[in-house]
């Protein structure tokens, strides 16, 4: 499984053993890096809607994120984010929150064909991965960090560049398109953006018509 794949590569490494000073982490986001690519869009599933946007540290630093120079396991929690539009389940794409082109970034294969990203060692030369983060699409968030503190699912759609709120998705807005949130399969009725994302909760947004079933929990295959 992809979590376990990079879990055990990051604690291989001895992640998060070796990060650059504070005052290194705070300038990224006082000077906030303007070439940094986003992860390819294409994957074995298909095309990704809303690809991993480019500037990654950028937009961790607009969602009030510290980006680290490698991933930090003190505190470490999974949540799992799938997304329909119309029935159709939609890519959560890989390396959101991660600058794929710092070559201290590791590529690694996925069992689907897929490409991850991660197991940061020797780390980056500047920050260069967010504490929330999806190290492959498998919609699995990844809260590594230095500190005990939990993320919330609006801060990861800042990173992904996707607008969420209580009447939108994207472009998709109510009335005109209906649009739903479930955590653990129980319709989600307040601000979706403050969501937060505990160890495997298990997080559905649905635009248009539904799935025929809608998850109900953290996947474990």
């Not at 940094?36 to 009030?64: D, L, Y």
């Not at 500047?126 to 993320?151: M, Y």
Request: hydrophobic residues 35%; aromatic residues 6%.
């Amino acid at each position: 499984m992809a979590i376990a794949v990079a879990a055990c590569a990051a604690l291989a490494a001895g992640c998060g053993s070796g990060s650059d000073s504070g005052s290194q982490k705070a300038s990224i986001c006082s000077h906030p890096p303007t070439t940094q690519a986003g992860a390819p869009s294409g994957t074995a599933a298909g095309a990704t809607r809303w690809p991993a946007p480019p500037n990654p540290m950028k937009r961790a630093c607009q969602a009030g994120l510290t980006p680290e120079p490698a991933e930090q396991l003190a505190y470490h929690v999974h949540a799992h984010l799938d997304v329909y539009v119309n029935a159709k389940h939609e890519i959560v794409p890989g390396a959101i929150g991660i600058d794929v082109a710092d070559p201290a970034v590791h590529k690694f294969d996925e069992p689907d064909g897929t490409i991850g990203y991660g197991g940061i060692d020797p780390p980056c030369a500047d920050p260069c991965i967010s504490p929330l983060h999806t190290h492959s699409d498998d919609g699995v968030l990844h809260t590594e960090s230095p500190v005990t503190r939990l993320n919330r699912l609006g801060q990861f759609f800042t990173e992904w560049n996707v607008r969420l709120d209580r009447r939108c998705v994207d472009g998709y807005c109510r009335p005109k398109t209906p649009v739903a949130v479930y955590v653990d399969g129980s319709r989600y009725t307040g601000d979706p953006r403050q969501i937060l994302l505990t160890d495997l909760k298990e997080i559905a947004v649905v635009v248009g018509k539904p799935p025929p079933t809608i998850p109900t929990h953290f996947p474990t295959g």
